[in-house]
């Protein structure tokens, strides 16, 4: 089989097209990076949907843990207490049983008990966490000088959160919030090494991956080709918020404008 069959073959195995059956021997380099790359579209899936859903989250929860009303903030807090203090991995297993035990109650809950979904609910309520505490600190931090120029202005309410909080909380948060999204991609490898199942082999990159190195008994090939595509999925991330933070910050002066930068962290 040549590499562009094998692409054909195996491009969206990971959907659940193409065809059904795994290679056995004489595994390529083709395969191997048609198959890992494939697996790369849940990870895509999974980050991008929790990080879209999540942001407007977050956004209410740091609103919400800088409230007055007492219900609002400990609710706030105690959100994001539960999943910044918890860890992630524990949470999908804790999740995909409470999902699969709710099955016996309902059939609402049927999907939920699926990765595509069940899985995506949990990283949507952990980078909300994560993302509505960077969001609180921004909050915390925005100049007096702004806020009591609105009030001069006469800005109150909605229209002050819309025109003056809301655009310097993000431009303060944007760089964090940039780390925390590199973060949650990364943390989508753990989804089908926790509780939900790879339903007919339709696994994430690391599911591959992981099936190369056993296969072989060689993991010098498959994870450096799994980091690899990490590290292009980072550059992209990199890449688009590095956009946005231009747009944040366009009404500074040009001397004045921070740009995301590139920096090796060790740990998180």
Known sequence: MSCFETIQAYGLRSLGYGERLLPRSDFTLCEQFT??????????????FALIIGFFFAVAL???KNSDARILRKASEWFIFLFRGSPLFIQFFFAYFT???????????????????????????????YTGEIFYG?????????????DAYG?????????????????LAWPA?????????????????????????????????????DKTFNPFVPYPILAG????????????FGVANQRLNRHLPR??????????????
């Open 155 to 171: 800005l109150a309410g909605w229209t002050r959160f819309k025109r003056v909080t809301f655009p310097t909380m993000m431009r």
């Open 229 to 240: 595509y990490f590290i292009l999925l980072t550059l992209v991330v990199i890449g688009l």
């Open 35 to 48: 198959l890992i790359g494939s697996g790369m579209i849940w990870n895509v899936y999974f980050g991008t």
């Open 62 to 64: 740091a609103v919400g």
């Open 177 to 213: 919030y940039t780390n925390e999204a590199i973060f949650l991609f990364h943390a989508t490898t753990l989804v089908f090494f926790s509780g939900f199942p790879a339903f007919k082999q339709q696994g994430d990159a690391l599911y591959y991956a992981n099936y190369f190195a």
């Open 138 to 150: 921004a909050l915390l931090s925005i100049p007096k000088g702004d806020l009591e120029a609105a």
């Open 99 to 129: 999902f699969v035990s709710l099955k016996g109650v309902t059939s609402f809950f049927d999907p939920f008990s699926s990765a595509w979904l069940g899985a995506l609910v949990v990283l949507f309520c952990n980078t909300a966490a």
């Open 255 to 268: 001397a004045a404008r921070k740009g995301l930068r590139l920096r090796m962290n060790l740990i998180r």
